[in-house]
């Protein structure tokens, strides 16, 4: 059974769904508001008519969409001169003015074939104004239909579902209006619970505030309790210190902090005996130990695992912060960044061979220097001019100045 009609851009349609209700459904409305545009579309999805005038004036394609009860889609669309069928997501084409063979099989419309198949009758979809089913036909063609008894045994049976669906209907109908009949009673009856709203609200109300009464009762009690508690304890207070009022004041003590610290010592000492004591007990049944063996090579492999543990965990921690980052970019032509290495590394070469030659020269000037000083201190007058060498000068380049005579 047909549940729903789609109409897209379909004569005088732009989106039209037509949702049929079970059994009987009438379409009614004044002239010209496109009543047998909806019938023409059930026959052009169901025979594959393609005229002119079924396309929309403006629109590229129309479309017409039928969905059956049992949950089948079936889309018939008219696009520059070319028909396609969709059925079921299953798309049909190149029809040349035939329908797909799956069609009918979902659809359940088909054209009634006469037994020397030589005739078709629409046994399903009448155009408007056509008579009753073959009353405008000869008598012939009549005969040849209910001649295909199973054909005319379909509609016999149509006729019988039809009627037993009108009859349950209105056995449904007699029930809802028993069922009407009973809810209006049952309406009546709660009429007066309106009335009680207004009162429900006022005990509502008061039983709110008897709540918050009876908290505020219960706090008062707690606050009682805990007075009449450190009533009772002033009043103790009070005694106790008339009773210590009549004592004479306590001699003054001694400094007893070395003998606290004397006594903590002691017990500290008593508990450790006592400890012993117990630990002697139980390993007393004990056996001797087994001889050990030497265990360094037992300590060896402890520290090897050791580190390779905590290899592990570092190899780890660095795959998880790997992890996070973004692939290394594609790195660019390196023979500029590798010549540029190299020659920074045959520079680097060649400052390191200045600097040991720097740190020869400096090493040997400071034994030079060293020299001087020692033969300054032998020889301090020039021997030439008798005056007094100065180391300092001929550090600095001056050398010595031999003094006029």
């Not at 009609?5 to 009438?26: E, K, P, W, Y």
């Not at 001889?291 to 580190?307: C, G, K, Q, T, Y």
Request: with cysteine; proline share 5%.
């Amino acid at each position: 059974m047909i549940r729903s009609i789609t109409l897209i851009n379909f004569m005088s349609h732009v989106h039209t769904r037509l949702d049929l209700a079970d059994g009987l459904t009438v379409l009614a409305g004044p002239n010209n508001v496109g009543k047998s545009a909806v019938v023409e579309a059930v026959l052009a999805l169901c025979h594959n008519d393609h005229n002119e005038f079924m396309v929309r004036h403006g629109a590229k394609e129309c479309r017409v969409v039928i969905e059956t009860c049992d949950g089948h889609v079936i889309e018939w669309k008219r696009k520059a001169g070319t028909v396609t069928y969709t059925i079921d997501g299953q798309e049909f084409g190149r029809l040349k003015g035939s329908v797909p063979e799956k069609l009918h099989e979902v659809l359940r419309l088909p054209l009634v074939r006469s037994p020397d198949e030589k005739e078709f009758f629409d046994v399903h979809v009448a155009q408007q104004k056509d008579p009753i089913f073959l009353l405008d036909q000869p008598g012939r063609q009549a005969a040849t239909f209910f001649a295909s008894s199973s054909d005319a045994c379909l509609l016999m049976q149509m006729q019988k579902l039809q009627r037993q669906n009108v009859a349950d209907q209105r056995s449904e109908d007699k029930h809802l209006d028993l069922d009407i009949k009973e809810l209006n009673e049952h309406l009546a009856a709660l009429e007066p619970v309106e009335a009680l709203e207004s009162r429900f609200a006022d005990v509502e109300t008061a039983y709110g505030q008897l709540v918050e009464h009876s908290a505020q009762i219960n706090l008062l009690g707690n606050h009682i309790a805990q007075l009449v508690r450190r009533q009772q304890k002033a009043a103790l207070e009070a005694e106790r210190a008339r009773a210590l009022a009549e004592l004479p004041a306590p001699p003054e003590q001694a400094d007893i902090e070395a003998l606290h610290t004397l006594i903590d010592k002691i017990r500290t000492a008593v508990a450790n005996i006592e400890r012993q004591k117990g630990l002697a007990g139980a390993l007393g049944a004990l056996p001797l130990p087994p001889e050990l063996e030497d265990p360094s090579r037992l300590i060896e492999i402890a520290v090897h695992l050791a580190r390779r543990e905590c290899a592990v965990a570092v190899a780890r921690a660095r795959a998880k912060a790997l992890s996070t980052l973004t692939p290394a970019p594609a790195l660019a032509d390196t023979a500029a960044l590798e010549n540029l290495s190299q020659r920074l590394l045959e520079a680097q070469k060649a400052i390191d061979q200045q600097q040991f030659q720097l740190e020869t020269i400096q090493a040997r000037l400071g034994q030079v220097e060293d020299e001087i000083v020692a033969w300054v201190e032998k020889h301090p007058t020039c021997p030439t001019c008798g005056a007094r060498i100065q180391p300092d000068k001929i550090f600095v380049g001056r050398g010595h100045v031999h003094a006029k005579a």
